[in-house]
Structures are given as C-alpha cells and as structure tokens.
C-alpha cells in the first residue's frame, strides 16, 4: 500500500481528459503534507515510476493513464492523459 493510493483512486475516478488538482487538494486527499520537495522542484512531479529513482509517487498517476504537468508557482498539477 502506498501513500500516493488516494490519488490514484481519484484519478482512477475521472473521465475527462485532464483535471486540476491544487497542492492543497491533493494534500486532503492524501489527509497528510505532500514533502517539501514537492512544493520546491517540479521534478519530483516527473512521470517516472522507477523504484530505483524513488519516484513511488508517479506510480499513482501513470497507473491511473495520467501523466503530471506541474505549475509551482499557482501550487497546482494538471494531471492529462496522453
């Protein structure tokens, strides 16, 4: 079980093409802070799911057919399919 597994449940729910989701949003989701390295380096929004590269994050999105666009500065992800 991952901690990421909120999100993916929720993105697992969507039918559209993208949705929106801000900082604080996915935070209730996942009822706890994302780290601080996800409010400072876009690259931790990356769509990589390597285990080897820590990105047990990505998992939730690319296992739900999404992929992350981050806007750090609006503290906001827009999650599309591709």
Known sequence: MSVYD????????VRGQTVRFTFS????????PLPAS?????AWWGNE??????????RAWLLAGFEARVSLKQ??????RP
């Not at 949003?25 to 706890?32: D, F, K, P």
């Not at 799911?49 to 990505?58: C, I």
């Not at 503290?75 to 599309?80: D, K, L, Q, S, T």
């Open 6 to 13: 909120p999100l993916r449940a929720k993105l697992d729910s």
């Open 75 to 80: 503290r906001a992800v827009e999650f599309h």
């Open 25 to 32: 949003e996915i935070e209730a989701l996942l009822g706890r």
């Open 49 to 58: 799911s390597s285990r080897k590269a820590g990105h047990t994050q990505a």
């Open 38 to 42: 996800a409010h400072k380096f876009s």
